[in-house]
Every structure is written in structure tokens, then in C-alpha cells.
């Protein structure tokens, strides 16, 4: 069930087994401002390869974006790579949210 909260930290399954792995610490988001744009840092379970994990961006909540493919992807050395997207601007306000979907293979 992609929506069950198996550990209940408010993580569905689905999003944490995407991002860091299930029993693994889920890793939120991470912003830097410091530069002429927002970086915005994502990570991603390697082995996750029967999920797609889909970070998308709003400035009113209303309309979302999808980021296109990273600026950069690191390995992390631990299973787990390290995505960095960036919002040009920077907006006055800026939301992100992570849109996991399972992968089907034929």
C-alpha cells in the first residue's frame, strides 16, 4: 500500500522507500540561498528502482511544476544519490513536494 506509514513519521511508505529507504531516517528536502537561484537538494534510494520519485516546485500552492533532470547527481557512497534542481529567481516564495509513483516492469 503506497500510502501505508509503517514506522508513522508522517512519511508514506512510498515517498521514504524512494528517497532514503524504508527503515532508513528519511531526508527531507534541503534549500541553499546562495547563490543567483535556490538549489534545491534531493536525495534518492539507488536501489529504488521499481519507484519513480518526481520533485516539483509552486510559488502559490496552487500550480505545480515538475523539476526536469537534476543539475547534478552525486553518489552518496551509501546506496543513495544526492539531486540538486535549480529554481532560477529566486521567487518570493517558493514550496516543494516530492511525488513518488511505483514503477511497473514488463
Given at each position: 500500500d503506497p500510502t501505508a506509514d509503517a514506522d508513522s513519521d508522517g512519511i508514506p511508505d512510498l515517498i521514504h522507500h524512494?528517497?532514503?529507504g524504508i527503515g532508513n531516517p528519511?531526508?527531507?528536502p534541503r534549500f541553499d540561498f546562495s547563490g543567483p537561484g535556490v538549489n534545491v537538494q534531493v536525495t534518492r534510494n539507488l536501489a529504488a528502482?521499481?519507484?519513480a520519485l518526481?520533485?516539483?516546485w509552486s510559488t502559490d500552492l496552487d500550480f505545480w511544476q515538475d523539476f526536469t533532470s537534476p543539475q547534478s547527481?552525486?553518489?552518496t557512497g551509501d546506496g543513495l544519490a544526492e539531486w540538486i534542481f535549480v529554481v532560477e529567481g529566486p521567487p518570493?516564495?517558493?514550496f516543494i513536494r516530492l511525488q513518488a509513483?511505483?514503477?511497473t516492469t514488463e
Open positions: 524512494a528517497v532514503s528519511f531526508v527531507a528502482d521499481d519507484s518526481t520533485p516539483q547527481e552525486t553518489p518570493e516564495k517558493l509513483t511505483t514503477e
